[in-house]
């Protein structure tokens, strides 16, 4: 008999829809102190300062404007863990987005405060199983907002390491759905029950070809924290460093995640 196909993991819509504002609303209280010299520091992502950073996460969240200016797809042609891998496809065009936008919003703070004004707005005048044009295909609404978790935590990680001291906190919820997006695609991207791989307290999943376990310790685990995964998942930190670092704990023959890393990019 075949092994029972997983079912797919379910995201809360309200939940998800709070994680979103309140990681919205972390941002833009952390950024709003930030002088002229510290908005034109560098950044880990080349070619952008820490200006073009917030302004890009302004455009992520935003998306969800744009995608509803567009008419409703008539059907749904994607789901969830196909955002992950359609990100790449699209760096060149949000590049040039970004930029656009830091030259249209000199005040940073007006813009995201526009943004976290009118978002909730905008969520109270849609279902979540409204559909969107995405860079992924045609999404609900409802799944749409979870691959903002992603974008605003990942690049909320992206700012504290670019500007010393700032220490922008991150929403327990919206760490938890980005966590566990990223490891369910790490499933979707090696599929099997070789490995296990763990994210305490939000994420287990089972990947690589091999041997599946069935009961007792798994022979080839991989344990990690969750920035530490959103960081290898997204190629800020190399699987070599992290393990130098004792940031992952990896044991087993099929244990090494590196050919697998980043996620996304």
């Given at each position: 008999m075949p092994p029972a196909k997983k079912r797919p993991r379910t995201y809360d819509p309200s939940r998800t829809r709070a994680a979103v504002l309140a990681q919205l609303g972390n941002v833009r209280a952390g950024v709003a102190g930030l002088s002229e010299v510290q908005l034109a520091g560098a950044t880990r992502l080349a070619g952008w300062s820490v200006r073009e950073l917030v302004a890009h996460i302004g455009m992520a969240v935003t998306a969800v404007h744009r995608a509803l200016e567009l008419p409703?797809?008539?059907?749904?042609d994607a789901v969830l863990l196909d955002w992950p891998f359609a990100t790449v496809d699209s760096a060149p065009a949000i590049d040039g987005f970004t930029r656009d936008l830091v030259k249209r919003h000199p005040d940073l703070g007006v813009y995201l405060a526009g943004v976290e004004r009118s978002l909730p707005e905008?969520?109270?005048s849609h279902p979540g199983s409204r559909l969107l044009q995405t860079n992924a295909g045609a999404l609900s609404l409802a799944d749409y907002?979870?691959?903002r978790t992603v974008e605003l935590v990942v690049h909320t990680d992206d700012l504290n390491a670019a500007v010393p001291g700032l220490d922008i906190p991150y929403d327990r919820q919206?760490?938890?759905?980005?966590?566990r997006l990223l490891a369910d695609a790490l499933a979707v991207k090696a599929p099997g029950g070789a490995t296990e791989v763990r994210i305490p307290p939000?994420?287990?999943?089972?990947?690589?070809?091999?041997p599946r376990h069935t009961r007792g310790t798994p022979p080839n685990v991989v344990e990690t924290d969750p920035l530490t995964w959103l960081r290898l998942a997204t190629g800020r930190v190399s699987w070599g460093h992290a393990l130098g670092e004792a940031k992952v704990a990896a044991s087993g023959e099929r244990a090494d995640l590196g050919a697998l890393l980043p996620v996304m990019s």
């Open positions: 409703e797809p008539p059907r749904a905008l969520l109270d907002l979870v691959t919206a760490l938890a759905a980005a966590t939000y994420a287990v999943v089972q990947c690589v070809e091999g």
